[in-house]
């Protein structure tokens, strides 16, 4: 089976590189967000009961202090927001993901021998007045490389 993650920080956690994308959104002269929040995406794969997604949240993916977590089957919709726009950053097929191949390792390390692949991503939440155009114009100038990632956007 394969499984999305979503991790991100607790309410009342300062999300740094949420308020310094923010800030270079600014800087780019968009100047309808109100606020950026920043998480991290994992898809895992392979014969993972709930109870050894959950274990791999708690044990490895999440700091159990500021990070909360979420997980689903992979093919569900990703969580989304009211008004907000929510863009999802990912390598492209090919790519050498090296922190979904840590995941790996360190899953194995836990004894979870089943896994057979993971890969990692970003998610952004965006919220404030802004059209399709600007979001777009963020996405490109900001939140992705496109040479070597892809990046999916919901919401609005």
């Not at 009961?49 to 993916?61: A, K, T």
Request: hydrophobic share 35%; with cysteine.
């Amino acid at each position: 089976m394969r499984w999305r993650i979503e991790v991100g920080y607790r309410e009342g956690v300062f999300d740094a590189l949420g308020h310094l994308t923010g800030q270079d959104i600014r800087d780019l002269g968009i100047t309808g967000v109100s606020e950026v929040k920043t998480g991290g995406i994992y898809w895992i794969e392979g014969d993972l009961s709930e109870d050894e997604v959950h274990r791999i949240c708690r044990e490895l993916l999440a700091d159990p202090i500021t990070q909360e977590y979420e997980f689903y089957p992979a093919d569900s919709p990703p969580s989304l927001l009211p008004d907000a726009w929510v863009v999802e950053v990912r390598y492209k097929p090919g790519v050498t993901d090296a922190v979904g191949d840590s995941v790996v390792k360190g899953v194995r390390d836990m004894g979870i021998d089943s896994i057979r692949r993971a890969q990692t991503g970003r998610k952004y939440i965006i919220r404030g007045n802004l059209s399709k155009d600007e979001i777009e114009t963020i996405c490109r100038r900001l939140l992705y490389n496109d040479v070597i990632e892809i990046y999916d956007l919901f919401g609005g």
